[in-house]
T-cell receptor, first 117, second 107 residues
Framework: DAGVIQSPRHEVTEMGQEVTLRCKPI?????LFWYRQTMMRGLELLIY????????DSGMPEDRFSAKMPNASFSTLKIQPSEPRDSAVYFC???????????????FGPGTRLLVL | AQSVSQHNHHVILSEAASLELGCNYS??????LFWYVQYPGQHLQLLLK??????LVKGIKGFEAEFIKSKFSFNLRKPSVQWSDTAEYFC?????FGAGTRLTVKP
């Protein structure tokens, strides 16, 4: 398996523009996570999907952020409009749920490095 | 509120020193616990995980962690660090991460 795939790997955009980050989880995994990592705030969990349904979006910073998972093999994280403070590395991770509810291991994608000017 | 706390933001050690990084959580009930490492310029890698059984967990690269349920802790240890262990270390519980601890090992 190719692992978790994220695109683009790097994105530079101007303030006010829409940004769409994409993620393809590992085939067969039923949970997907979006994280953001910055020097100031560290690693933050933005949203978590299970079986394509958003379960916990309490980490989504504000209405400018939205995430979708239209099917088991694809998810997007959209920022509209983008602001300089959104500059960060955005990670997608997927996991498979084993027999016991909490027994799962996350596999991370390489991340998308976003710079908003 | 549910949280994961890593006590040390930055730890500086000399090679061959022993390492212990703290991790405490506030979740109740059954938890699954992870330690991840992120080397400079690279993405996250899983070091070790605990689901059940022996509370002393062995991971890759000589790392181990001990789950102490009564203390809600899952501290990471290594008896003798190397310069190549310089990285950021994250504790995670149920998908939520601690703020991370940056480890610098001086040669």
């Amino acid at each position: 398996d190719a692992g978790v795939i994220q695109s683009p790997r790097h994105e530079v955009t101007e303030m006010g523009q829409e940004v769409t980050l994409r993620c393809k989880p590992i085939s067969g995994h039923n949970s997907l996570f979006w994280y953001r990592q910055t020097m100031m705030r560290g690693l933050e969990l933005l949203i978590y999907f299970n079986n394509n349904v958003p379960i916990d979006d309490s980490g989504m910073p504000e209405d400018r952020f939205s995430a979708k998972m239209p099917n088991a093999s694809f998810s997007t994280l959209k920022i509209q409009p983008s602001e300089p403070r959104d500059s960060a590395v955005y990670f997608c991770a997927s996991s498979e749920r084993l027999a016991a509810k909490n027994q799962e291991t996350q596999y991370f994608g390489p991340g998308t490095r976003l710079l908003v000017l | 509120a549910q949280s994961v706390s890593q006590h040390n933001h930055h730890v500086i050690l000399s090679e061959a020193a022993s390492l212990e990084l703290g991790c405490n959580y506030s979740y109740g009930g059954t938890v699954n616990l992870f330690w991840y490492v992120q080397y400079p310029g690279q993405h996250l890698q899983l070091l070790l995980k605990y689901f059940s059984g022996d509370p002393l967990v062995k991971g890759i690269k000589g790392f181990e962690a001990e789950f102490i349920k009564s203390k809600f802790s899952f501290n990471l240890r290594k008896p003798s660090v190397q310069w190549s262990d310089t990285a950021e270390y994250f504790c995670a519980v149920r998908g939520r991460f601690g703020a991370g601890t940056r480890l610098t090992v001086k040669p």
